[in-house]
């Protein structure tokens, strides 16, 4: 149909006919594909036929066009085969799965920023609880942001995001799409400047719906209220510039910081020089991914060892204004969540409820205890280097004004001499300053029209001082309780172990169910490089009193298996360690 027929439709217009008028006409528009002159015309022609507004007219449109998109946009979108879903149940019984998603993200095109693509890949699935993670995520312009959100949304089905460069007003309200267990994807923070759409924002990410009274002429043209109802929960997933936004949006959301430096931008050049030289670059299936996401089990999960985290948080050097992470702590919890229903295949039930294992916590704490740190303490490893660079100028002019006879105190570093030490454009420097002082990295006065910047006395300088999470082997000492796990960044195998006064790990329960017998081997030979050479006994003597109660009476006492003379493990550690059982009380 086109612009022609369409405006022969309008000229039989009323205002009694156009409801019936207008879904006939919309769709012609939009498999027409006008132009805005065209649209505005027919508008224009409608409006002079019925009365009704050329607002109203827009409105209805820019609903009917974001309906059809969204409805074109899931269609083309591949089909799960039978494959596919065989794939997914493959993918959730492997110890490696959160590992083989950051790689598969890295084939699609992503350079290094392994840990943004673990967690924003998990805060993706997170749409499917009821507490959906939103992310900022922040970095200099050409840092890939963009780039890294839409390869991580290409493992995730149409029907989980939304994606939109901005939007008006009150676009949340009035348009018909279902927002419900899913992410608005704004590819900057820019289309967020409207105080209303932030108002609105918010009230879909903290009370999960929006409830919105507004007042709409009726078909009698009567001005009438009418509450609508825009049901959630929904996550928000965002890039950015600032180092810092507003802060009702920073406690929402974790920040990810895109890795701007040097030494990185080399190596992405690197590797686009490569991809151009193959001609090529080989296909990603990502059917199996989505076959995942679909069938994650919306069962609650239990996390037993929850109350041992708080017990365990480094929080001696934690500031004082710490409300946020009231928020930050129920995120992180939701990771563990995560991660448990994607091993669901390997997980234990109690009660109808999935059970979060020590493998979690510690898979969640590689992905997430360095943002959740930086979040809590407002800082970046941008304005870490900055604080950095005002300390190292500051020790250089002090020691100069010392030859001149001129005091300490008369010191300060310009932003100038900054961007010359760190090889930043100036522009560059002034953005993170706010974050360092915020963060009580730096102290900023005024110089006239200049910015005069002093370190800070007894400021913590190095990322690794700003610890919040247990580490997961500390959470395993207090738990009494070992396994392994796949690494989700680096895929090596890595063992926890019970502290050293126990003699193994303890048997298997429905709660931790992750030991094998390379943890095991592990243990043992962790043990044995721990323990001192004593002098060989004169004869053999039993490990247990005589008075002792047995293994199976007494859950105090363990039985640690020795390996077979056949084992090169035993070999390797003499004739001694061979043989039988031994029981040892603890």
């Known amino acids: 149909m086109t612009f022609a027929d369409l405006l022969k439709k309008v000229e039989g217009a009323r205002a009694e006919t156009l409801p019936a008028l207008l879904p006939e006409l919309f769709k012609g528009m939009y498999e027409a594909a006008l132009l805005d002159t065209e649209t505005e015309a027919l508008f224009q022609a409608v409006k002079k036929k019925t009365g009704v507004s050329v607002g109203a007219l827009r409105k209805d449109w820019t609903r009917y066009r974001t309906t059809r998109e969204e409805e074109a946009r899931q269609e083309a979108a591949p089909s799960l085969t039978p494959e596919a879903l065989e794939a997914a149940q493959e993918l959730s019984a492997d110890r490696a799965l959160l590992h083989k998603a950051i790689e598969t993200i890295g084939a699609l095109g992503v350079v290094g920023e392994q840990e943004n693509r673990g967690l924003l890949y998990l805060a993706l699935l997170s749409a499917k609880s009821q507490t959906p993670i939103s992310v900022l995520v922040k970095g200099r312009s050409s840092s890939g942001k963009s780039f890294l959100v839409s390869n991580a949304l290409k493992l995730i089905p149409p029907r989980g995001y939304y994606e939109l460069s901005s939007m008006s007003s009150k676009a949340l309200v009035y348009t018909d799409l279902d927002f419900s267990h899913r992410h608005l994807v704004l590819y900057e923070e820019d289309g967020l400047q409207s105080e209303e759409v932030l108002y609105l924002i918010r009230s879909l990410l903290s009370e999960g719906r929006i409830r919105y009274l507004t007042v709409e002429k009726n078909g009698s043209g009567k001005l009438v209220a009418r509450e609508i109802d825009r049901p959630g929960p929904t996550g928000l997933i965002t890039t950015m510039t600032q180092g810092l936004t507003k802060e009702d949006n920073e406690t929402r959301t974790f920040s990810l910081y895109m ?213 997961p082997e500390k959470l395993a000492q207090e738990l009494r309780e070992g396994g392994s796990y796949i690494h989700p960044i680096t895929g090596e195998i890595c063992t926890l172990y019970l502290p050293e006064t126990a003699c193994t790990f303890p048997s298997k329960t429905p709660i931790n169910n992750v030991q094998d017998d390379e943890s095991h081997r592990a243990r043992y030979v962790h043990e044995r490089a721990h323990t001192p050479k004593k002098p060989a006994p004169e004869a053999k003597k039993p490990r247990a009193h005589p008075e002792s109660s047995s293994s199976s009476q007494n859950p105090e006492v363990r039985a640690r298996p020795a390996w077979g003379e056949d084992d090169p493990l035993a070999q390797d550690l003499g004739e001694e360690e061979g043989g039988d059982w031994e029981v040892e009380i603890l």
């Open 259 to 471: 890795d701007d430096s040097k030494e990185h931008t080399l190596s992405v050049v690197a590797a686009l020089a490569e991809r151009e030289a193959l001609g090529t670059r080989s296909e990603v299936d990502v059917r199996p991914w989505h076959a995942l996401y679909e069938a994650l089990p919306q069962a609650e999960v239990i996390v037993p060892f929850a109350p041992h985290i708080t017990r365990l948080l480094e929080s001696k050097d934690l500031p004082e204004d710490l409300t946020r992470l009231r928020r930050d702590f129920v995120r992180y919890l939701t990771l563990v969540k995560v991660i448990t229903r994607l091993h669901h295949a390997r997980r234990e039930t109690q009660g109808g409820c999935l059970v979060a294992t020590l493998e979690d916590y510690a898979l969640a704490y590689h992905l997430a205890a360095r943002p959740m740190a930086r979040s809590v303490h407002t800082i970046s490893p941008q304005a870490l280097a900055l604080a950095r660079a005002v300390a190292e100028v500051h020790a250089l002019k002090v020691e100069k004004a010392q030859d001149k006879g001129v005091s300490q105190e008369s010191v300060v570093v310009y932003a100038k001499e900054l961007a010359k030490h760190l090889r930043w454009a100036k522009r560059t420097v002034h953005k993170w300053l706010d974050q360092a002082e915020a963060a009580e990295l730096i102290d900023i006065n005024k110089d006239g029209n200049r910015l005069a910047i002093r370190p800070l006395e007894g400021a913590r300088l190095e990322e690794e001082s700003f610890r919040l999470l247990p580490e």
